[in-house]
């Protein structure tokens, strides 16, 4: 592994900034509005929303690159969340990585099934959701961007 290669680690408040600016430019590149009196008002206080759950960052160069965070919805279940990659670094397998990462902290956590809201024009994400075994759902998804709820059976 090299120094400059991205790494993986928990995420602090000291995220919080620059999280939600990769998260509002990930959305703005695909027509998505960011809604953070809602929606991503998660990303104000990382530390407390994600107390019982996960949210890791991937970071190169002392830059946050990517995120994911796991959040507890029921026994044994958990939703995905906040999986972004910013488009400089997409088509290496980091986006892979992620989702692996969060789903072995998932069968961590003895976590059943994995659930997680999208949206259409996500076709990379959508695609990596259905190549990894997600299923589509026909559960509804709180946040009006995401028109697509995908699940997994751990």
Same mark, same amino acid.
């Given at each position: 592994?090299? @120094?400059?290669?991205?790494?993986?680690?928990? +995420?602090? *408040?000291?995220?919080? +900034?620059?999280?939600?600016?990769?998260? %509002?430019?990930?959305? =703005?590149?695909?027509? !998505?509005? $960011?809604?953070?009196?809602?929606?991503?008002?998660?990303?104000?206080?990382? &530390?407390? %929303?994600? =107390?019982?759950?996960? %949210?890791?960052?991937? &970071? +190169?160069?002392?830059?946050?690159?990517? #995120?994911?965070?796991?959040? $507890?919805?029921?026994?044994?279940?958990?939703?995905? /969340? @906040?999986?972004?990659?910013?488009? *400089?670094?997409?088509? =290496?397998?980091?986006?892979?990585?992620?989702?692996?990462? +969060?789903?072995? &902290?998932? /069968?961590? /956590? *003895?976590?059943? @099934?994995?659930? !997680?809201?999208?949206?259409?024009?996500? &076709?990379?994400?959508?695609?990596?959701? =259905?190549?990894?075994?997600?299923?589509? #759902?026909?559960?509804?998804?709180?946040? #009006? /961007?995401?028109?697509?709820?995908?699940?997994?059976?751990?």
């Amino acid at each position: 592994m090299q @120094k400059d290669d991205p790494q993986l680690r928990l +995420a602090t *408040n000291a995220d919080c +900034a620059a999280v939600r600016v990769l998260v %509002f430019e990930v959305l =703005r590149e695909y027509g !998505l509005s $960011p809604d953070p009196a809602d929606t991503d008002a998660d990303l104000a206080n990382l &530390e407390t %929303f994600y =107390r019982d759950g996960w %949210f890791a960052v991937l &970071e +190169a160069n002392g830059t946050i690159i990517g #995120s994911v965070g796991l959040l $507890p919805v029921g026994p044994g279940e958990m939703e995905l /969340r @906040k999986m972004y990659l910013h488009q *400089n670094w997409r088509g =290496r397998g980091l986006g892979r990585m992620l989702l692996e990462a +969060a789903l072995a &902290e998932a /069968r961590l /956590r *003895n976590i059943r @099934k994995v659930l !997680l809201g999208t949206a259409s024009v996500l &076709e990379e994400a959508v695609a990596l959701y =259905r190549q990894t075994g997600f299923r589509p #759902s026909c559960m509804h998804h709180p946040a #009006s /961007r995401c028109d697509q709820v995908w699940e997994l059976e751990l």
